[in-house]
């Protein structure tokens, strides 16, 4: 254990099962640069290039243009140490209009990202969906279209029948409740509806195409595919009766909903209560291809949030309220114990035995370059490291716990287009300067190196 918590990181190797994996974690829209070859117009094009929907009408025509840069940040990842990459594939990249033609540029992209990850000895994790819909298909109702299910197992088929035979392992989605709720009902993604029956057929479907693209990736003999979801500690404000039922319900429609029907062939009653009027005729027939099974199973997880019962509001009546602890820029609590939480549980409740990997785990800073400083202080973010050692020491009590935990990634390798929050929020483990696009490594990366690098 290092006495200074703030610049080194409290672990090596050594504190983690053999072939633990170290990883890092991106997403093709917010860091490729979608404008650049030849990639159709994606429902994140467009709901970023109406006013109001991102801050500083920012968007990722050009993010950190990986497009063009991928061996300089690949180099990065292998100088780290880092044992493993998890990238997303964007649809509108290779399909650009989502069904039909396919852009070979695109698909010769992730093609090269996958040899250029091996050749540098670095296991490629891909996703093959995180967010950017292609725009012609949300012109035909994007997620609340029951034939979306075929059009991303098409999509599956193009992708994987290119690049799944390299892949260390594959995933169908990155975060479910955000492909859904967060974006039909909250409305703060793309594409950005607020609408109680667009997010129950966006949720069901959502797991229909999961389920589609597995059995595709089977066809394909692919053996180690799985699903990324979020999951975020759902803490009642008190203990009063009216909150500990609030705090249950956004558990059912967050945490549960989505594992529940890949594992166990069913919805949470707290959910269906207000959901089941809006889901497609015939959905409970559909668990069959849903619950084909995985691999292993992907946990993103970042905080935790407190849960008031909203009598008001209409189902699922309730509503967050600011927390205690010390927050990220985000604005989110910083709440280890919640990671401990899901990983036990995820395992107890759902995957049993699979591999769990933590697919995202990091905090969002505002740094900043002090390029007269030494190499490894140049951008200090002394808090991430705090953060990454907090979060890790829950991954090892967990493990330790028996939760079958097989490897750990840090959103994020770069700083790049936070969504709705444009640039500002830098995630990154390496600053990016988004005029002139220059990398500098953090503090948080050169103690991530020297930690990966340490046997002892
Ligand atoms: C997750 C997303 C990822 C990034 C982080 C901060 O929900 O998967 O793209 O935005 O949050």
Not at 24 to 35: F, K, N, P, R
Not at 95 to 117: K, M, S, W
Request: with cysteine; proline share 5%.
């Amino acid at each position: 254990m290092s006495a200074n918590t703030n610049t080194v990181l409290d672990f090596t190797r050594a504190d983690f099962p053999e072939g633990f994996e170290f990883g890092v974690a991106t997403s093709a829209y917010q860091i490729e640069g979608a404008s650049f070859g030849g990639a159709g117009l994606s429902h994140w094009d467009t709901f970023a290039a109406t006013p109001g929907n991102v801050a500083g009408a920012e968007n990722g025509s050009v993010a950190c243009d990986h497009y063009h840069r991928w061996a300089e940040d690949f180099d990065l990842i292998r100088d780290c140490r880092l044992d493993s990459y998890r990238f997303s594939t964007s649809w509108a990249r290779v399909i650009p209009d989502g069904v039909g033609a396919v852009n070979q540029e695109g698909l010769d992209f992730y093609d090269r990202l996958v040899d250029g990850l091996l050749a540098r000895g670095i296991k490629p994790y891909a996703c093959l969906y995180h967010w950017e819909l292609p725009a012609a298909l949300a012109d035909l109702g994007g997620w609340r279209n029951p034939s979306i299910a075929d059009w991303f197992a098409d999509f599956t088929e193009v992708v994987m029948g290119r690049i799944g035979d390299r892949l260390q392992a594959a995933a169908t989605f990155n975060e479910p409740w955000c492909i859904a709720w967060l974006s039909h009902f909250l409305g703060q993604h793309a594409p950005g509806l607020r609408d109680i029956r667009a997010a129950a057929r966006a949720m069901h479907h959502v797991l229909l195409a999961h389920g589609r693209a597995v059995q595709v990736m089977r066809g394909l003999k692919l053996n180690s595919v799985g699903v990324v979801m979020n999951l975020e500690y759902s803490a009642p404000v008190d203990e009063t009766e009216a909150a500990i039922a609030a705090a249950r319900r956004n558990e059912a429609i967050y945490n549960r909903w989505f594992l529940e029907a890949v594992f166990k062939k069913s919805y949470p009653e707290e959910a269906l209560a207000g959901l089941e009027p809006h889901l497609p005729t015939g959905w409970a027939d559909d668990f069959d291809i849903i619950a084909e099974p995985v691999d292993w199973l992907g946990i993103n997880y970042y905080t935790r949030k407190r849960i008031a019962a909203d009598p008001e509001a209409a189902w699922p009546s309730l509503k967050e309220v600011e927390g205690p602890l010390p927050k990220t820029a985000m604005d989110w609590e910083i709440y280890p114990d919640g990671l401990y939480h899901f990983l036990s549980w995820a395992a107890k409740t759902y995957s049993g035995e699979l591999p769990i990997y933590v697919t995202e785990n990091g905090m969002a800073s505002y740094d900043r370059v002090d390029l007269t400083a030494d190499a490894a202080e140049r951008v200090a973010d002394p808090d991430r490291i705090a953060y990454l050692n907090g979060h890790l020491a829950a991954v090892k009590r967990a493990i330790d716990d028996g939760a079958p935990v097989k490897g750990y990634f840090i959103w994020s390798l770069l700083d790049n287009f936070e969504w709705a929050l444009g640039y500002d929020k830098r995630f990154g483990l390496v600053h990016v300067d988004f005029e002139s696009l220059a990398r500098t490594p953090k503090q948080s990366w050169h103690a991530l190196k020297a930690a990966l690098s340490s046997n002892d």
